[in-house]
């Protein structure tokens, strides 16, 4: 059975740092798109960020660029999701997905997306 399990969200003041965790069972991540997305209180799921391979074929939602940096370790199946120079604006709960590989698709919607994690809360203060 597939699972997707994101850990490392908390409570950050604006400019810090967090690293989020997806652990992935099930499934080899190698294998998969694998995207992180966001969701605030009040607003739609939105893409944050696309790997299909460890240092390529990577995309950026136009809000995160230059700040977050999307990345997987094969050898431990996971994929992380570094966050720099925190905003306010980040505050939202993020969820870590999967999507089997298709040719011609950007995996920047949420609509591919075969499996998704339960999601891990960050906040971010002012």
């Known amino acids: 059975q597939v699972q997707l399990v994101e850990s490392g969200g908390g409570l950050v003041r604006a400019g810090g740092s967090l690293r989020l965790s997806c652990t992935a069972s099930?499934?080899?991540?190698?294998?998969?798109?694998m995207g992180w997305f966001r969701q605030a209180p009040g607003k739609e799921r939105e893409f944050v960020a696309t790997?299909?391979?460890?240092?390529?074929?990577?995309l950026y939602a136009d809000s995160v660029k230059g700040r977050f940096t999307i990345s997987r370790d094969n050898a431990v199946n996971m994929v992380y999701l570094q966050m720099s120079s925190l905003k306010p604006e980040d505050t939202a709960v993020y969820y870590c997905?999967?999507?089997?590989?298709?040719?011609?698709?950007?995996?920047?919607?949420?609509?591919?997306?075969?499996?998704w994690g339960r999601g891990t809360q960050v906040t971010v203060s002012s």
């Open positions: 099930g499934l080899t991540v190698n294998n998969y798109a």
């Open positions: 790997l299909k391979l460890n240092g390529a074929n990577v």
């Open positions: 997905a999967a999507a089997v590989l298709r040719p011609a698709i950007a995996f920047t919607t949420t609509l591919p997306y075969d499996y």
